[in-house]
C-alpha cells in the first residue's frame, strides 16, 4: 500500500505560479511511476503529467506542455507539479497517483493508476 498526500494548492490570478508536492509513503516509492491528474467541476479526472521511476523522462497533456513541469525527488518521496502562466482553465481538483504499470501507453489512463491523493484544490481567478 502507498499512501500519497498533496500539498501547495490555493487561490491566485491567472498568469501566476504553483508548485505542487505530493509526498508518498508505505512502499518504495522509486518502484512507482508517478502521474498527475485533475478534474474540474462536472467532468471526468483528466491526465496531466507522468513521470518515470528514474524521473529521466516525462509527459503532458497539451495543455500543459511549455507550462507545467513534474519532477520527482526520490530520496525525499516526494513528486512535484511546477505549474507557471497558469489560467482560470486550469480550475480543478488536482491529484497525485502512482502505477507499476510498464506500458507507458498507459500512463494517461487513471485506470492504470493503483494509488491516489486525496488531492488539492487550485482555483484561478482572471
Known amino acids: 500500500q502507498v499512501q500519497l498526500v498533496e500539498l501547495g494548492g490555493g487561490l491566485l490570478q491567472a498568469g501566476g505560479s504553483l508548485r505542487l508536492s505530493c509526498a508518498a509513503s508505505?512502499?518504495?516509492?522509486?518502484?512507482?511511476?508517478m502521474g498527475w491528474f485533475r478534474q474540474a467541476p462536472g467532468k471526468e479526472r483528466e491526465f496531466v503529467a507522468a513521470?518515470?521511476?528514474?524521473?529521466?523522462?516525462?509527459d503532458y497533456t497539451d495543455s500543459a506542455k511549455g507550462r507545467f513541469t513534474i519532477s520527482r525527488d526520490n530520496p525525499k518521496d516526494t513528486v512535484y507539479l511546477q505549474m507557471n502562466s497558469l489560467k482560470p482553465e486550469d480550475t480543478a481538483g488536482y491529484y497525485c497517483?502512482?502505477?507499476?504499470?510498464?506500458?507507458?501507453?498507459?500512463?494517461?489512463?487513471?485506470?492504470?493508476?493503483?494509488?491516489w491523493g486525496q488531492g488539492t484544490q487550485v482555483t484561478v481567478s482572471s
Open positions: 513521470i518515470t521511476r528514474s524521473g529521466r523522462s516525462t
Open positions: 508505505g512502499r518504495t516509492f522509486s518502484n512507482y511511476v
Open positions: 497517483a502512482g502505477t507499476n504499470s510498464t506500458c507507458p501507453e498507459t500512463w494517461f489512463s487513471r485506470r492504470a493508476y493503483n494509488y
